[in-house]
């Protein structure tokens, strides 16, 4: 048998104290239910004073207006063992609570089956055959009176059925709301009747109730995401030129680009729809890409100048298709374990500096000391994606990461979490071209040559506030090898570094950003160390993100086959693309100092006001690159302004546009063009 104390109850403020205690418990089965009919007997050890009660059907007692001292407890019933507790120490105004279980005795023994004797009769006479006590009309159906002695005997009544012994409770999840109401004017009501394309009220599409019986959910999520784009970009004026009679190097700059993407998600999961991690589920998510590019030169849209400055282009990717179950709960306060396995999204760390992408794998995941801590485990085989819509394409691309990261909720302050992570990209060697017939792999630069790649990254980041002072931090060191950089002309090891910090403060409806970004650069490109930091896929939200011109366009370098930043990334790593191409850790490196203000005008329109002031860490790189000394490090100002706009208040109409722009520095001007570039864009999301 077991038995269980907890710790003593506390008095109210302001109260006036109490001079008694009580003992209150429950005694139970070996099976967890309640023993009825228990004597439990509280004795004092200094007066030897003795109480007695019995348990209630529910094995229930209680011993009330005790005196403060010294007990011991025993409880006894026939059929049972008993049960004995000593050094009970009660205090004035304390409640102690006693929780313990009975062992039945097994039925051979005599006694085994009595019903138990109430303490107050006294004890069994010894040739008297136990009688029951009074009966209770509790958990006892009716009984008839027992037939006479004479003539046919009765038959037995029938049982109750059950609608006449319980009462059926609703079904909570299909209890109806009232259809009438009109206690609020202006249509302003509580209870709406939801309808299948309505996302805002009760909808089983949209996981509010449950689809299969009743913790079965489906959860359907329609995307729409169109963004159109028009741009100044330097482009090449080639062979194939448009203008055949110009003697310019550079062609027109202009550019239109539109693209359109709808995605279909459907997740089904077993489970509570809040609170408690779902026990399963199951995701599948394809995404359709139309997008078109209008350009003024040629060669450019694609590598065969015959295409003309036009592209139409289409596909459809599987961007989530996996599997996820809950292997165990670790704790009472919703701690657990789960894992996940397909085609799926992850972002290795705050910002998304690494790792941010949609790939195949394995990932085991979960939390522990009440959600304090949390932690990921997870290995993708990466595929290849399309090259003029950034979707997947079912192909693997001879790549494998692996990534694990543990984070820490509350670290020293309450509000920062901070996060150590490693992450290791294992690239093997391959050939590709792009969708466009220009060359992705190996780059097209120095001596053209497939190579792999063994890069280990070992970060520290963090997040979250000190005070009033937001706060976002991250480091991450590079090591290990590419066994034939292009660039470089051999094997290199890798030794590089990136830094970031962004400190932030609200006041009113203004959030004031600044913020710094350091990656390393090369300072000797032909050595046999590689210096320049380089990401696996990154996708980061940092230093101005969507309304940053150096972030979101992608600038190439002219007349080399790859670019001086990829779209979406922040690092200068002369790649021939960040979705397609290899990291390249011999590359010039960047500093990025940040300033900038959100504005919340009205609770749905936000403005964002950005500034980057850029420099190349290191030059060579792009000396031996484009046989041009020497290359001053100033690339530009950056800036840009934008608004977002969110009709129902909610996530599922978001409308974006903004200007950017990007003031070239000597250093952009002898690499590339003295020209202001520019954005004009827009974003329109819906989601159902």
């Known amino acids: 048998m077991t038995g269980g104390i907890a710790g003593q109850s506390q008095r109210i403020p302001r109260q006036t104290a109490r001079t008694t205690a009580a003992v209150e418990g429950i005694v139970r089965t070996e099976a967890g239910l309640g023993l009825g009919g228990v004597s439990v007997v509280l004795q004092n050890l200094s007066t030897g004073r003795s109480v007695t009660t019995s348990t209630t059907g529910d094995g229930v007692f209680r011993f009330l207006n005790l005196a403060p001292g010294r007990y011991q407890l025993k409880a006894t019933r026939d ?127 949209k996981g509010d109730y449950p689809i299969i019986g009743n913790r079965t959910f489906f959860d359907l999520t329609l995307t729409s995401d169109t963004f159109v784009d028009g741009r100044r970009l330097p482009v090449p004026s080639g062979l194939g030129s448009s203008s055949p009679d110009s003697s310019q190097f550079f062609g027109r700059f202009g550019q239109y680009f539109m693209s359109e993407n709808i995605a279909i998600s459907a997740t089904l999961f077993h489970g509570d729809t809040s609170f408690r991690p779902i026990d399963w589920q199951i995701r599948f998510t394809p995404e359709i890409n139309i997008n078109y590019l209008n350009v003024q030169e040629n060669g450019i849209v694609n590598v065969d100048v015959r295409k003309g400055t036009t592209r139409l282009d289409t596909h459809v990717g599987l961007q989530e298709a996996f599997f996820e179950a809950k292997l165990k709960d670790l704790s009472s306060s919703y701690d657990f374990v789960s894992v996940r396995a397909g085609i799926q999204s992850f972002n290795s760390d705050f910002r998304g500096f690494i790792f941010s992408d949609q790939e195949p794998g394995v990932r085991v995941f979960g939390n522990f000391d009440s959600n304090r801590y949390q932690f990921n485990a997870a290995y993708f085989a990466m595929l290849e994606k399309d090259t003029n819509s950034g979707l997947n394409r079912l192909e693997y691309r001879n790549q494998q990461v692996f990534i694990a990261n543990l984070y820490r909720q509350d670290f020293i302050k309450l509000g920062y979490t901070i996060q150590a992570s490693f992450h290791y990209n294992k690239d093997d060697p391959s050939f590709r071209f792009d969708n466009n017939n220009f060359l992705a792999r190996p780059a097209p630069i120095g001596v053209v040559k497939p190579h792999s790649i063994r890069a280990f990254y070992y970060g520290l980041t963090g997040d979250g506030h000190i005070g009033r002072l937001n706060i976002t931090h991250a480091f991450y060191q590079v090591l290990g090898h590419d066994n034939f950089n292009e660039l470089a002309g051999r094997r290199v090891d890798i030794n590089a570094q990136m830094a970031a910090a962004e400190l932030s403060l609200d006041k009113d409806w203004l959030r004031y950003r600044v913020s710094f970004f350091y990656a390393s650069g090369d300072k000797d490109p032909r050595d046999g160390t590689a210096r320049g930091f380089d990401t696996i896929f990154d996708n980061p939200n940092f230093g101005g993100g969507f309304f940053s011109f150096f972030n979101r366009e992608g600038i190439r370098l002219t007349g080399t086959g790859v670019a001086l930043v990829s779209p979406g990334s922040l690092v200068p790593d002369l790649r021939t693309s960040k979705i397609e191409g290899q990291s390249n850790f011999v590359n010039p490196g960047l500093f990025l100092y940040n300033a900038g203000v959100d504005i919340d005008v009205t609770p749905k329109i936000r403005g964002f006001v950005n500034l980057n002031l850029l420099r190349f860490a290191r030059t060579e790189p792009l000396e031996l690159l484009l046989f041009q000394k020497p290359i001053h490090s100033g690339i530009g100002a950056d800036s840009g302004i934008g608004v977002s706009y969110r009709p129902p208040l909610s996530e599922n109409i978001v409308i974006t546009g903004g200007v950017s722009a990007l003031q070239p520095f000597q250093g952009f001007r002898e690499i590339s063009t003295n020209r202001t570039l520019f954005s004009v864009f827009t974003n329109v999301r819906f989601r159902f």
């Open 79 to 205: 059929g049972f063992e008993g049960f004995a507790r000593g050094e009970i120490g009660l205090q004035a105004g304390g409640v102690f609570p006693v929780e313990f279980n009975m062992k039945a005795v097994p039925s051979g023994v005599e006694g085994g089956r009595e019903i138990p004797r109430k303490p107050e009769l006294g004890p069994k006479p010894p040739t008297t055959p136990v009688q029951p006590g009074p009966s209770s009309p509790y958990r006892n159906l009716p009984q008839e009176p027992p037939p006479a002695t004479t003539g046919e005997p009765r038959p037995l009544a029938p049982l109750p059925t059950d609608s006449q012994l319980f009462e059926v409770i609703p079904n909570r999840w299909n209890f109806p709301f009232p259809t009438e109401y009109h206690r609020y004017p202006q249509g302003e009501v509580p209870f709406v009747k939801g309808h299948w394309y309505d996302p805002f009220n009760r909808n089983k599409l």
